[in-house]
């Protein structure tokens, strides 16, 4: 985790001495806004036809302190894109990984079992995967872009026995694949 953290940053500094203001993009996630997850994310441009994105999301709230309901999690997604077209334009691929820690209850989540919403998890999840979007120029310094990605993610937890009690059940993992993003991002 600390590895990944720290080669993002470097990263991130590698690209920000290499590029000029009009190389570098600011995102938020709209979808990801649905879940009351503040966002924000940068792509920096890399050559003619790539760039690297890296995004984050950090949500501190219970939802219903009574039933405790919550989403807690913060989340780091970094990706390299290749556009068709030119970066910043029309349709791209992508490679992304990503590392999230996460304290969730009392809710439903999609592709998961049900019992999402009757117990309480708390653990970290990494993976790797594929992307596809679509970016439209709104303006001289605005877009709009879609995403959705598929790919393979590693999750280890603690299970609690209900959302509201607090007794441990075990420790487990999992193994996915499936849907891993999808957004739909505002972009100056």
């Not at 590029?19 to 924000?40: E, M, R, V």
């Not at 990984?97 to 919403?117: A, C, D, L, M």
């Not at 596809?132 to 605005?142: A, D, F, P, Q």
Request: aromatic letters at 18%; proline letters at 3%.
């Amino acid at each position: 985790m600390k590895r990944l953290i720290f080669g993002v940053f470097l990263a991130i500094c590698w690209c920000a001495n290499a590029l000029n203001a009009q190389d570098i993009a600011l995102k938020t996630n709209l979808l990801y806004w649905s879940s009351t997850t503040p966002n924000l994310g940068m792509e920096f441009g890399l050559g003619k036809h790539s760039t690297f994105n890296i995004a984050g999301g950090y949500n501190p709230w219970t939802l219903d302190k009574d039933s405790n309901k919550k989403l807690k999690h913060w989340m780091v997604m970094p990706e390299y894109r290749y556009w068709l077209c030119e970066r910043f334009n029309g349709h791209f691929f992508g490679v992304n990984t990503g590392y999230v820690y996460y304290n969730v209850s009392g809710i439903r989540i999609p592709f998961r079992s049900k019992s999402t919403k009757d117990h309480r998890y708390q653990g970290w999840a990494t993976g790797a995967g594929i992307s596809y979007g679509y970016s439209w120029l709104l303006g001289k310094r605005w877009n709009i872009e879609a995403n959705i990605g598929i790919g393979y993610v590693y999750t280890k937890f603690d299970q609690y026995d209900c959302a509201t009690c607090g007794a441990f059940k075990a420790s487990r993992h999992k193994h996915y694949f499936g849907p891993t993003n999808a957004g739909i991002s505002l972009i100056y």
